[in-house]
């Protein structure tokens, strides 16, 4: 089985929408793995079937969401009124991710083809990031065994939780909650390079 360790840095403004409550958008500071494996694997199209729109996404491999390294956020402010040129956001304030922020995942199975200095498209305004570091190994295999100085996040619904014998919750949602898992002995885990991921599930 492939994986590969990924660092990516944000050229421009984005946001993973936290909630958007009181005229206030927040932003999550972190990348879901549905973001994740959708940017690194989405691609233009002329026409699409309108009906693949409504379809669940598929993909061939796993990944974890993507943890920041470094994150600078701002906050915009719109005080446009009723100005119908304004858009949708006229009134509040909007918390962004910024450019030069940096993340990492890590993706195993059939991973797409990942280089330093490709560009892909992720978050709610589509925005362009940059690979800065990437590791592909090609015969990875999940065991008990290994270990590395550095245990990656991982996305789990609330079901998930109760395989676990122990969690440090990150952030929570309606749908799924992001966790620091320990590396406990005879946890199937999966090692790319000074990375380990607990697989949970």
């Known amino acids: 089985m492939q994986a590969a360790y990924v660092e990516f840095m944000l050229e421009s403004s984005t946001m993973n929408v936290r909630e958007f409550y ?7 500071k972190f990348f879901t793995k549905e973001a994740v494996a959708s940017a690194i694997t989405y691609a233009e199209v002329l ?19 993507a943890e920041a390294i470094e994150v600078r956020t701002t906050e915009v402010i719109y005080k ?3 100005d119908p040129k304004a858009g949708l956001l006229r009134f509040g304030r909007q918390e962004l991710l910024l450019p030069g922020s940096r993340f990492r995942f890590v993706a195993w199975g059939e991973v797409p083809s990942l ?9 709610k305004k589509r925005a362009a990031a940059v690979i800065t570091a990437c590791h592909i190994e090609d015969d990875v295999e999940p065991d008990t065994i290994n270990s590395a100085p550095v245990v990656l996040p991982v996305q789990v619904t609330v079901s998930d939780l109760v395989k676990l014998p122990a969690y440090r ?6 749908r799924y909650l992001i966790v620091a898992v320990p ?10 390079g000074d990375y380990v991921v607990p697989l949970v599930g």
């Open 22 to 28: 009181a005229s206030r958008a927040r932003t999550h």
């Open 115 to 123: 280089q330093v200095g490709q560009v892909f498209l992720i978050g």
């Open 183 to 192: 590396i406990l002995p005879r946890m199937r885990r999966l090692k790319v």
């Open 80 to 82: 446009a009124g009723d």
């Open 47 to 65: 026409q699409r079937d309108k009906r693949e729109e409504y379809q669940p996404l598929t993909f061939p491999f796993d990944c974890t969401p």
């Open 169 to 174: 919750p990150i952030a929570a949602t309606g």
